[in-house]
């Protein structure tokens, strides 16, 4: 079965530092997600992309968080710099949408489990 | 006002009988999708189950069927002939509007098979 894959799939790092989170939707897929999710705040979106453009990102601290996808295989967010409020789930998805109106599910990778000291 | 609420924060079932989770949802759009998906232990996420606004019939996948009532804003996930490997957080989604194709998730339901 395709599946959405993201590195890495834990990351612990010291508050300050940078971290990029990467992901490779599914072949063939036009859209991809980022979601964060806690225990508080529950799945929460942080962006979207569709055809690699940028569709929404209002769920995103924009002076810390980016989001990009440099080709159709490579989703890619980054915090810089990180906090211990950003410890938290961060899951990519994808799916296929032919038009903006279709009901296709999202497909989630497994997530990376990130955890800033 | 919460877009979509799933009131039961945990259910109990035994091995092999049926559960239903609850979820409701609010909208104005009359184009919208609803979604389910389970959440394992081990923190994947998985997609079991949906349903278009304008469809007839109630979705169904294997042991999953959706209980749509349109009228009443819901769409509960029932759960056939439970297993012990159904335990696991459920979530429903919804995405609406035209131009839209986001998903704005409940605060799921702890499910606990039991043998």
């Known amino acids: 079965d395709a599946r959405v894959t993201q590195t890495p799939r834990h990351k612990v790092t010291e508050m300050g530092q940078e971290v990029t989170m990467r992901c490779q939707p599914i072949l063939g897929h036009n859209t991809v997600f980022w979601y964060r999710q806690t225990m508080m705040q529950g799945l929460e979106l942080l962006a979207y992309?569709?055809?690699?453009?940028?569709?929404?990102d209002s769920g995103m601290p924009k002076d810390r968080f980016s989001a990009e996808m440099p080709d159709a295989t490579l989703a890619t967010l980054k915090i810089q710099p990180s906090e211990p409020r950003d410890s938290a789930v961060y899951f990519c998805a994808s799916g296929w949408a032919p038009d903006m109106d279709s009901n296709q599910p999202q497909h989630f990778g497994d997530g990376t489990r990130l955890s800033i000291l | 006002a919460q877009k979509i609420t799933q009131t039961q924060p945990g259910m109990f079932v035994q091995e092999k009988e049926a559960v239903t989770l609850d979820c409701t949802y609010d909208?104005?759009?009359?184009?919208?999708?609803l979604f389910w998906y389970k959440q394992p232990s081990s923190g994947e996420m998985i997609f079991l189950i949906y349903q278009g606004s304008y469809d007839q019939q109630n979705a169904t996948e294997g042991r999953y069927s959706l209980n749509f009532q349109k009228a009443r804003k819901s769409a509960n996930l029932v759960i056939s002939a439970s297993q012990l490997g159904d335990s696991a957080m459920y979530f429903c989604?919804?995405?609406?509007?035209?131009?839209?194709?986001?998903?704005?998730f409940g605060t799921g339901t702890r499910l606990l098979v039991s043998p």
């Open positions: 909208t104005s759009d009359p184009s919208y999708g």
């Open positions: 992309f569709r055809n690699r453009a940028p569709l929404d």
């Open positions: 989604a919804m995405r609406e509007g035209r131009g839209f194709q986001k998903l704005v």
